[in-house]
């Protein structure tokens, strides 16, 4: 047994733990890369679950960084795919990886798009589904398999946000509807992340910032507007250096707030 000093609090306390969720178009997938941007996040190993990469080839500085080995971008076949990703992250070696960083060292960030895709076709397969393929009908998972599924989902929420380095999942955005009449359409009374059961409160527990991003509307080059603690949207900060509101998050620019203990005077926020 360890006894935990000031100095180990510190020393864990420079790295994101954070979850990210917002409706498509919203930027996850650009935020996510941007840690590829700067030294203090880069290289990154950048996990693709059918998220929408193909939106990183507007932006010249990604695709520099997928040629320099800053972005690396691998797309697993499966969900067991994940345990070589972790040891890898774990032991900062692995067959399957090596090749992949031989230029800047092992990863200082993993991003992880999107774990809503993940845990869809996680479902699929666990019901006896082919998640890849058109189904006539759907098997419906059964009471045990939703056990399991949560399982898997707190066991991968616990092991990931321990590694030393910056972890960020992405998701969708889950909307809960309030109470309407006949006819009229119902308010929305809430902003969440998109999983299914128990894991939509159970896997962002694990992380230190949850956060949702939104689109700033009619504000042209803009791809999303940051995170926002309102009342609607089921998010927290409990890093204790975060703003309660960023205008054009990047991965470094948290990063550097966390390790840095706060915003500095020079940054720009939206207020």
Same mark, same amino acid.
């Given at each position: $047994? ?7 609090? #510190? ?13 498509? &178009?919203?930027?996850?997938?650009? *935020? ?25 080839? %507007?932006?010249? =500085? ?21 345990? @070589? ?11 399957? *990886?090596?090749?992949? *960083? ?21 479902? $699929? ?11 006539? %009908? ?6 045990? #398999? ?19 380095? @910056?972890?960020?999942? %992405? ?11 006949? &006819? ?14 128990? =894991? ?30 309102? =009342? ?40």
């Amino acid at each position: $047994m360890k006894r935990v000093s000031s100095g180990d609090l #510190d020393e864990k306390g420079h790295y994101l733990r954070l979850c990210v969720f917002g409706e498509p &178009g919203s930027g996850k997938t650009w *935020f996510g890369a941007s840690a590829a941007l700067d030294p203090l996040t880069a290289p990154v190993l950048f996990v693709d679950y059918r998220s929408q990469i193909v939106a990183l080839r %507007s932006n010249p =500085s990604y695709l520099e960084a997928i040629e320099d080995e800053r972005l690396v971008i691998v797309t697993p076949g499966n969900y067991g795919e994940l345990s @070589h990703i972790y040891t890898f992250l774990l032991a900062k070696q692995h067959p399957s *990886f090596d090749q992949f *960083f031989t230029k800047y060292g092992p990863p200082k960030t993993l991003v992880v798009d999107s774990i809503t895709e993940l845990q869809r076709s996680e479902v $699929m397969r666990v019901a006896g589904n082919k998640p890849d393929r058109f189904l006539s %009908s759907v098997e419906v998972p059964s009471p045990r #398999d939703w056990g399991s599924i949560l399982n898997q989902f707190t066991l991968l929420a616990h092991l990931f946000y321990n590694l030393e380095m @910056h972890v960020i999942f %992405s998701g969708l955005e889950g909307v809960d509807f309030g109470k309407h009449d006949i &006819g009229e359409a119902p308010p929305i009374v809430g902003y969440r992340l998109a999983l299914q059961g128990q =894991s939509q409160r159970q896997f962002p527990a694990y992380a230190l910032t949850l956060m949702r991003l939104d689109r700033v509307v009619n504000v042209p080059n803009t791809f999303n507007v940051g995170y926002t603690q309102a =009342s609607r949207a089921r998010t927290k900060e409990q890093t204790g250096f975060l703003p309660a509101q960023i205008g054009n998050p990047t991965i470094p620019k948290l990063a550097r707030w966390i390790r840095e203990r706060g915003v500095s005077k020079d940054d720009k926020q939206v207020t």
